[in-house]
């Protein structure tokens, strides 16, 4: 009696797995996915990210700053809906402290565990 043999797949299968080479090719990294816009230098953009830090150490870096000026600059001439703004700020500032140092000890047990 005769074996029959059906290859469903080649027995060799393998993928490249890039996100960025998927994202420059439009397909679909996940279920949801985030346009970040166009840019007209993304050859620079990708360099600053690279380089400098990512959108996330970019923007940290900016709140780290306000804080410092809030702190110098006198604000009792601002409106009522102005210092609502600035309060808001500062909380969310304040929150993103608390989960930095949450995750850095978490971070500095997890190594310490791990020797």
């Known amino acids: 009696m005769k074996t029959f043999n059906l290859a469903l797949a080649p027995e060799r ?3 490249a797995i890039n996100p960025w ?10 279920f949801v996915n985030i346009d970040l816009g166009s840019t007209p230098a993304p050859e620079t953009e990708q360099t600053i990210l690279d380089e400098v830090g990512s959108y996330g150490r970019q923007i940290g870096r900016i709140g780290d700053a306000l804080e410092v000026l809030l ?6 001439n601002l409106s009522q809906e102005e210092q609502d703004v600035l309060v808001v700020l ?6 993103i402290r608390q989960i930095k140092e949450r995750q ?4 500095s047990q ?3 565990e791990n020797r």
Request: hydrophobic residues 25%; proline residues 3%; positive net charge.
């Open 71 to 76: 702190k110098h600059v006198p604000l009792e």
């Open 110 to 112: 997890d190594r310490s």
């Open 21 to 30: 080479t998927f994202y420059q090719q439009g397909s679909q990294i996940g």
């Open 90 to 95: 500062k909380g969310q500032l304040a929150e």
């Open 104 to 107: 850095g000890r978490k971070q």
């Open 13 to 15: 299968l393998w993928q």
